[in-house]
């Protein structure tokens, strides 16, 4: 028998929580999203102003680091050392923008967290803060 672990909805709203007051610290305007260990979305936010482009990127991020079992900035540099594209992969779900970071526990990819809306280096700092609540 198989057992898999994944974030819980606790967990997920935790993330949810840290990333909007990063957000807030920050001065930035964003979405946020959470997911299992499928990529799979558990919850997400998206901030009054926030572009519902943002969330379509937090969904994609979430959805890449889970899949890939790394953040989404280094699966963007793996592919650009390679001289690969995204289409190879046949999948229009992946992205290899920053701000998509998998959890991982044990070994295990047990999901992910993802920020979008802000500059690239803003996303991955507010998603640190999220995978840093899902531990807590």
Do not use: Y
């Amino acid at each position: 028998m198989l057992v898999h672990h994944s974030l819980s909805q606790g967990e997920a709203r935790a993330a949810l929580e840290a990333g909007l007051a990063a957000a807030r610290a920050r001065g930035v305007v964003v979405a946020l999203a959470v997911g299992d260990r499928t990529g799979e979305i558990i919850a997400c936010e998206r901030m009054d102003g926030a572009p519902a482009r943002n969330l379509k990127h937090a969904f994609r991020k979430v959805f890449t680091a889970a899949e890939m079992g790394r953040d989404t900035s280094v699966f963007g540099d793996q592919l650009r050392q390679r001289g690969g594209d995204l289409v190879q992969w046949g999948d229009p779900r992946l992205t290899n923008l920053p701000g998509g970071l998998a959890v991982i526990r044990d070994g295990e990819v047990v999901g992910a967290v993802a920020c979008g809306g802000a500059p690239s280096d803003v996303d991955i700092e507010i998603a640190r803060a999220m995978a840093a609540a899902t531990a807590a």
